[in-house]
Each structure stands twice: as C-alpha cells, then as structure tokens.
C-alpha cells in the first residue's frame, strides 16, 4: 500500500483512494483494512514501511509494464501482483542459496542438500514463497540467512564491508518486522563457547570499534525511515500500529502454537521437530553457531507465541517462525549428520513428511485445511483428502 499511495494515488496520510482501489480487487478486506486513525484524524498503515522497499523495484518493473500496455496503472493490477510474487519468490531462492553456502561452512555437501531440501520443500516457507509470496517471511528467511552470513564473515575478517553489511541487514529486519531485532542476538553471541570467551569478545569488539559504531550508525539510520514516515505523516514519532493487540508475557501459547491443530508449528511442519532434536548436537558440528541458535531459537519461539492472538490470522501453519529458520537449518543438519549413516530410513522418513507438507500445502489451497478453524477432528476427516 506504501507505493500506490505515495507514488500512484498520493494519498498517503489519508488513503482513501488507495483503500478504495485495492477493496476492488480484494473483496473480502474491508476498505479501511490496514489502517491506523491517528487523534489527529490522519491514517497511517498497520504494517511497516520494510516490505515495500523490497517490493520497489518490481513495482516499478510493472508500472512501466502498466504504462506501456495499457493495463490499468493503479498498483494492484494483476501484473504488479505478478511482478512483486515473482520478485519475492526470487527473494527466497536467494536466501536458499545464502544458506547452502552457510551449510555446507559446518556440513558435507549431502547433508547441507538435505537440511536445504527438508527446509524449502518440507516446511510451511514453501507456502510463503508460492502462494502468498508478497508477506513477509520469504523476504526475512533471505534477510536472517544474510545475517548469519555476513556475521561469519566479519569475525573471521574484520573487514568493513561485513559490518556495514551487517547494520544495513539489521536495519531492514527492523524495518520488516520490529520483533525480529531478536536477531541481533546473533552477531553479539556467536563464537562465545564459555565464560572464557566473554572477555576475548569484548577485545575484539574494542579493536574494531570504530566499524561498531559506524555500524550501530548505519543500523540507526536505516530504521528511523519508519520513524520519519510517522512523523512526517502521522506528526508522531511512534504509533501504536497494532492497536488492540499486543503481547502477553506472562501468559504465553506455547502448547497450542506448538502442537496445536489449529495452527500449530511442529503439526504443519514436522520436519522441523528434527531441527530443534540437532540443536544438542550443535556445539560440536558449528561451535560459533551454538550459543545464539541455543538462547535466540527458544526465546524466539516464546516471544511469538506470546502475542495474543497466537495463530496470527489466516496462513498455512505457524508463519512468524520462518524467520528462525535460517539458524533451525544448522540444528537440522547436525541431525541429518548423525542419521545419515542409516541412509535408507532417512530418506524414506524425509520424503513421507516432504510430501505430508506438499499435500497439506495444497489442501489448504483448496480451502480443505481451514485457515482459523482447524481441530483434531476435522484434521483427521480431511487427512490426505482432495476433492
């Protein structure tokens, strides 16, 4: 909605129009959907400004393409939806990729395939990046897999190019999702084993001090371009951009985010299970890995299912932890490492959930699998069903 309403409709600060257009193509949102009303009568979007940085340059790709054929000019015909699937599809590959070189740092080739192909075909991130590929996920999956790269890169190296990747990465990932600045943990944690390496940490954080700082800079800059558009927008630095819905600490859903039937992560994604399984082996297999896959996996999964409405809306399985995916991939390859001797049941065991996930993926394409709804029961009536 950012880019219509900026460079198309100019109507940012009201969105009137833009939520009009955009009512016309999807029915089953109401035309204030997304919206935020300010105490000054100004409306500003839910959603952060992030996604629409990446969706930029296909937007753009396909308003010249509306411009030049006729088709309505409007940001959501069909083929500014095309382009923007087809740029966010390209964002997730790239992120496979990124992660495959990142494997294969700690793993054989054979294992990094698997734990690859366990987490693009046998995981809900396959939904995300054929289905409903313009949320955020995909994009954070490449972003979160770019972080752990760019991390290895910069300690063995310490060249600048690294750091600055790394603030300019951190600062997208706030600006795409704010919770996920989780993953700052990764930089700060990796490569500490113990006590001993605590201090080790602070002498080189003090060596390259002036790469931190103009990094933690950079970071800074990046991530008040929302603050600057509710300002500049909205005349307040900070909103509430989800009202009335929040966090709740004290009352988290792990059981039902977990193992629910309803929407629950290690149902709709069971492979996963391994991942979390791989994590006790970590420490041995990817040592500068273990620290921040072992504090940053649990909290992360805490942190989102405490929000209240833990299933978070419609989606295939539990989405919001796609983006723990890039560092669950290393827990998964260590599993992978230690069955891989029993070649046969673990390929028979792969392919049976690769295509539990295919089926489920298209049942709930079909409307089988219900988006909200799902129990026990009705999971069992449906189960392998196609109609």
Not at 114 to 133: D, K, P, R, S
Not at 184 to 189: E, H, M, Q, T, Y
Not at 254 to 261: D, K, N
Not at 303 to 323: D, K, L, N, T
Request: glycine share 10%; with cysteine.
């Amino acid at each position: 909605m950012y880019l219509p309403s900026a460079f198309i409709n100019h109507d940012l600060g009201d969105g009137s129009y833009v939520t009009n257009v955009r009512y016309s193509y999807h029915k089953d949102e109401g035309p204030v959907y997304g919206l935020v009303e300010l105490d000054n009568g100004r409306k500003v979007f839910k959603y952060p400004i992030g996604m629409a940085l990446f969706y930029a340059p296909y937007f753009t790709a396909a308003h010249a393409y509306a411009l030049a054929t006729g088709e309505s000019a409007d940001g959501f015909s069909v083929s500014y939806q095309q382009f923007v699937a087809l740029g966010c599809l390209a964002y997730v590959l790239i992120g496979l990729w990124i992660l495959g070189l990142e494997l294969r740092q700690y793993f054989s080739d054979s294992t990094a395939a698997l734990a690859m192909l366990v987490v693009g075909l046998g995981t809900n991130l396959l939904y995300y990046a054929t289905f409903e590929t313009a949320m955020a996920h995909g994009t954070l999956f490449m972003l979160n897999a770019l972080l752990l790269r760019l991390t290895r890169q910069w300690y063995q190296s310490g060249r600048w190019k690294y750091i600055l990747g790394l603030g300019l990465t951190l600062g997208l990932i706030g600006l795409v999702r704010p919770s996920e600045l989780l993953m700052a943990g990764v930089p700060v944690l990796w490569g500490i084993s113990g006590w001993k390496s605590v201090p080790q940490r602070f002498l080189y954080w003090q060596k390259h001090l002036g790469q931190v700082v103009v990094a933690v800079l950079l970071f800074g800059a990046v991530s008040s371009i929302q603050l600057l558009f509710w300002k500049t927008v909205g005349d307040k630095w900070v909103i509430n951009f989800y009202p009335g819905e929040h966090f709740d600490f004290l009352h988290p859903h792990l059981v039902e985010g977990l193992f629910s039937f309803k929407k629950g992560w290690l149902i709709y994604s069971p492979l996963m299970a391994f991942a979390l399984l791989g994590l006790f082996f970590l420490r041995r297999d990817a040592p500068d890995v273990w620290l921040p896959a072992l504090i940053l996996i649990p909290l992360g999964v805490y942190i989102i299912f405490s929000w209240e409405q833990w299933w978070y809306g419609g989606g295939f399985g539990a989405r919001p932890v796609i983006g723990l995916y890039p560092l669950l991939s290393l827990g998964l390859a260590s599993f992978w490492q230690r069955i891989i001797r029993v070649k046969a049941a673990a390929l028979v065991l792969v392919s049976c959930l690769v295509l539990l996930n295919l089926v489920q993926i298209r049942q709930y394409s079909l409307g089988i699998l219900d988006c909200c709804d799902m129990t026990r029961e009705k999971y069992k009536q449906h189960f392998f069903e196609f109609r």
